[in-house]
């Protein structure tokens, strides 16, 4: 393998230390970019980190000076806003820069969730019904959006601003949710049926012929019983509230060879459908009837050592180093002009138009 030069995009705040000796990893908010920037110089790599949050320019400085093969793009927003991360990205390409990760029209596709869920309607993929009340907006609901519903950023990740009372079920609560999402997180809302059941994951790698990994799974069995299973932010980040409940992800099991084949079938259907290219996570429901919904795609998820997508990875054989490399490769493999292979639908005979969404019948 030839080494290459590695350009690490990160936040600026986000900088990993050469060494982290004296430091507990574990409670360090760059881990997963020291694990990154640690495991590629291992492989063998030349590995330069840089800070990026509001001007390009440090990229262009940086190519301009280092000249680097390839840039690992671990940036989750720009200058704030978690949608300008594609801005990044169409950067790099103009520069003529390889990157890692998935390509800007694929991140615009699935970063705008109401968006992303009316084209995998199109596609007859399962998902929730949904409408979407852009910023600013009072809720119209539709008599046919029954209750209980969950109310989310339309744009924000790492389930910001999704907590117990992001489950409403009157009218008024859902109001009072909306201008919750509307006026802290200053986004536009998504508000869908909830889906009582088990929260099931699914990584998918590759630019044309993809890879699917196993199906995995945030077992949350151990929260009280009169809590609502969702990965809330404190779900998926409090490491104190993880290990007060037993929070864990693993391989999904009791689930039969049949179920097992149609999530990867419908992870790989999402990620064509999408446009999406280099990596991501599908994630889903799986309601008591044994009905599954795609609740939505992440491309670029989080690719620490002990998150979801790798601990999957590895359950494909595939340990942290190779899967970095896998990455790298993809990164240097995807070309801008040649967009991911799609699938041709025809157009649904019912589309139930929903306030600035679509309602599935």
């Not at 200058?79 to 890692?100: C, F, H, M, R, W």
């Not at 339309?154 to 910001?160: I, R």
């Not at 799974?217 to 609502?228: A, F, K, N, Q, V």
């Not at 299973?229 to 689930?255: C, E, F, H, M, P």
């Amino acid at each position: 393998m030839k080494p290459l030069r590695v350009l690490v995009l990160v936040h600026e705040d986000l900088v990993p230390p050469d060494t982290v000796e004296g430091v507990d990893l574990s409670m360090a908010g760059w881990r997963t970019e020291y694990e990154v920037v640690h495991t590629l110089r291992e492989i063998g790599h030349e590995v330069r980190p840089l800070g990026v949050q509001h001007e390009l320019a440090v990229i262009r400085q940086a190519v301009d000076d280092w000249k680097p093969h390839i840039a690992f793009n671990l940036l989750e927003e720009f200058s704030g806003v978690a949608i300008y991360d594609q801005n990044v990205v169409s950067y790099l390409e103009l520069l003529k820069v390889p990157y890692t990760g998935c390509n800007p029209r694929g991140l615009m596709l699935a970063r705008d969730k109401g968006l992303a869920k009316k084209i995998l309607y199109y596609h007859r993929i399962p998902i929730p019904e949904f409408i979407t009340v852009p910023l600013g907006r009072l809720v119209k609901r539709p008599k046919e959006l029954a209750f209980p519903l969950i109310v989310k950023s339309v744009s924000e990740e790492a389930s910001l601003g999704i907590s117990q009372a992001s489950i409403v079920d009157d009218d008024d609560k859902l109001q009072e949710r909306v201008r919750f999402i509307h006026q802290s997180l200053g986004t536009g809302a998504l508000v869908e049926r909830y889906i009582e059941g088990r929260e099931l994951y699914v990584g998918v790698m590759g630019n044309h012929r993809l890879q699917v990994f196993p199906v995995w799974e945030l077992d949350m069995s151990r929260l009280p019983e009169e809590t609502r299973k969702i990965a809330t932010a404190r779900v998926k980040w409090s490491r104190a509230y993880q290990q007060k409940y037993g929070l864990r992800s693993n391989a999904a099991g009791d689930l039969t060879e049949s179920q097992r084949q149609l999530f990867q079938s419908l992870a790989k259907r999402v990620y064509r459908s999408l446009g999406l290219s280099g990596y991501a996570r599908i994630d889903f429901r799986l309601d008591p009837t044994g009905q599954v919904y795609v609740l939505e795609a992440n491309p670029n998820p989080h690719i620490g050592t002990i998150e979801d997508f790798a601990s999957s990875a590895v359950g494909a054989e595939l340990p942290y180093a190779a899967l970095l490399q896998r990455i790298v490769d993809l990164g240097l493999r995807w070309h801008p002009h040649v967009t991911p292979s799609d699938r041709t639908t025809p157009v649904p005979s019912r589309v139930g138009e929903g306030q600035d969404g679509v309602t599935p019948p």
